[in-house]
Nanobody, 124 residues
Framework: QVQLVESGGGLVQAGGSVRLSCIASGRTFSSYAMGWFRQAPGKEREFVAAISRSGGNTYYTNSVKGRFAISRDNAKNTVYLQMNSLKPEDTAVYYC?????????????????WGQGTQVTVSS
């Protein structure tokens, strides 16, 4: 299995930017496709973004397209989520996730391993 640890969350003003990081351990990082999910109070967990094992393909939920960018550095066993133009509705606990199967156009929201999450609060 793989263990995931998120960091970088905090309080930010609307319109600002935050960069989340997730460090993976347990197996070769490049063996996993990676993703980010979020869960707001009283809401179900939702998919945010995903990136393939080599970084060649990325996927985003419609509400963050053009504002968020997922990337990875396999040499550092780290995946990032750059969040720009933040809105109050982006407030949530953000979770890093991993899967051993690579991503496909019709299969990119199923993940096997999860981090503990990091809180992002966007004030208005």
């Amino acid at each position: 299995q793989v263990q995931l640890v998120e960091s970088g969350g905090g309080l930010v003003q609307a319109g600002g930017s935050v960069r989340l990081s997730c460090i993976a351990s347990g197996r070769t990082f490049s063996s996993y496709a990676m993703g980010w999910f979020r869960q707001a109070p009283g809401k179900e967990r939702e998919f945010v973004a995903a990136i393939s094992r080599s970084g060649g393909n990325t996927y985003y939920t419609n509400s963050v397209k053009g504002r968020f960018a997922i990337s990875r550095d396999n040499a550092k066993n780290t995946v990032y989520l750059q969040m720009n133009s933040l809105k109050p509705e982006d407030t949530a606990v953000y979770y890093c996730a991993a899967r051993s199967k690579n991503l496909y156009y019709n299969d990119y929201v199923r993940f096997d391993y999860w981090g503990q999450g990091t809180q992002v609060t966007v004030s208005s």
